[in-house]
Structure formats: structure tokens, C-alpha cells
């Protein structure tokens, strides 16, 4: 499978188009996430953006509900739904008309537009492709059990990622069932769906309906 940025992400559904497009990897891009975001937000035009906090923007038509937690820095974006009970721990970069359910976390991300995270999800150390949906329940899970560094298994392929802290990268247009598990390193190709209450590892090739370990279709 090709894992490479621009065979699973369409970058101009992001803020952080110009920034991915530097890394030959996705998951390169997770330890600047941070830094994008401030350096983002300090161009943002104040006609378009309020500042509720120091760093953090949130576009004038998105709405946050009064329940929810924004911290910096982090940018909302234009017509995006913030819902009861989020929180949004930080270094999070959430795009247009996304949806941030109720209870959901999210940690050091980047959520493409028209993104949905709509019930009790976490997404950390993860990117959401466009179009990408997490089912209820579903989560990023970041870190190993035994913590060692996360490897991408990629069919015979291993590849070193140098990161502690990895959840999943959903490729355009993915779906994914409700109260499954991403564990760290997962890859999903676009347009692949992920059957209810999987548990999911390695790179999953686009076009792919999974459904357990070892069952995987790929679409005709």
C-alpha cells in the first residue's frame, strides 16, 4: 500500500495544506502540529475569527456550545459544530464544517473539513483525511501497551516511525464503525470502511471494507 501524504490526503481541504505537502509521511507531521497552529492563527483575519483565549480562534459562523473545552492553541473552523462536553485538549487544527461531538477529545490532530467525530470519540496524535468518519465509541489509540516507539506495518513491511505517540491516519472519505479501535500506527486508505466494534492495526489499502483480521475486501 502507498502511504505516502498525496495518495491518502487531498490537501486542499485543510489549513495545513502548504505544511503537509513538506513530508514525504503523514505521521511526520504530527510533532509540528503546534507550531502550525499559532503560526496559522496569528494570520487569521479578526474579521473572520473571534479569540475567546489567548490562541485559540474559533471562525464567527462555527458554533461552540457553552459545555465545551477549547485549548490553545487550536483553530475552529467556518461552520464547524463544537458540541456539549468536548474537549479539545490542544494542538488541535479542526477544518470547516466539521463535527466535534458530545464528550469527544481530541489531542494534537488535524481534522480536514466536512470531518465527523460525532459521539464519545478520542483522536489523538492523528490525522482525519476529508470526509473522514469516526462512529460513535470509535477511537485513536496513541500509544503501545509495553511503550516502545510505533512501528507501521505495512503487509511485509515494517517502517520505523521514531514516534511514542501515534493513533491513526484516516485517508478521504473513510469510515469508521462505531466502538472499534485504531491502534497506534494505523493506516487507512481512502475510501476504506471499518466494520462496528473492530480492532484494527497496520495500513489497510483504499477501497478496503474491513472487516476482521484477516478478512479484508477490497471493493469492485
Not at 474559533?58 to 492553541?73: I, M, R
Not at 481534522?111 to 483525511?129: A, E, R, W
Amino acid at each position: 500500500m502507498e502511504l505516502k501524504v498525496t495518495e491518502l490526503l487531498d490537501l486542499s481541504h485543510t489549513l495545513a495544506g502548504e505544511y503537509l505537502a513538506r513530508f514525504e509521511y503523514p505521521w511526520q507531521a504530527l510533532d509540528g502540529i503546534k507550531d502550525l497552529i499559532l503560526e496559522l492563527g496569528a494570520g487569521l483575519s479578526p474579521e473572520e475569527y473571534d479569540q475567546p483565549s489567548p490562541n485559540v480562534w474559533v471562525h464567527k459562523t462555527a458554533k461552540v456550545f457553552p459545555s465545551a473545552y477549547l485549548g490553545a492553541p487550536c483553530i475552529i473552523g467556518p461552520e464547524t459544530e463544537v458540541r456539549h462536553c468536548a474537549f479539545i485538549r490542544g494542538s488541535a487544527l479542526v477544518g470547516a464544517n466539521c463535527v466535534v461531538g458530545n464528550s469527544v477529545e481530541l489531542k494534537n490532530v488535524i481534522l480536514f473539513d466536512n470531518v465527523q467525530t460525532p459521539h464519545y470519540n478520542y483522536v489523538g496524535d492523528s490525522i482525519l483525511g476529508y470526509k473522514s468518519h469516526m462512529g460513535a465509541g470509535s477511537i485513536t489509540s496513541n500509544v503501545k501497551s509495553d511503550k516502545t516507539l510505533v512501528v507501521v506495518k505495512n503487509g511485509d513491511e515494517r517502517i520505523e516511525t521514531g514516534r511514542k505517540k501515534f493513533g491513526a491516519i484516516l485517508g478521504d472519505h473513510v469510515e469508521v464503525g462505531c466502538n472499534s479501535v485504531l491502534n497506534p500506527g494505523t493506516i487507512l486508505g481512502r475510501g476504506t470502511s471499518v466494520y462496528p466494534t473492530s480492532c484494527v492495526r497496520g495500513a489497510i489499502p483504499a477501497g478496503s471494507i474491513f472487516k476482521k483480521t484477516g478478512d479484508i475486501v477490497i471493493r469492485t
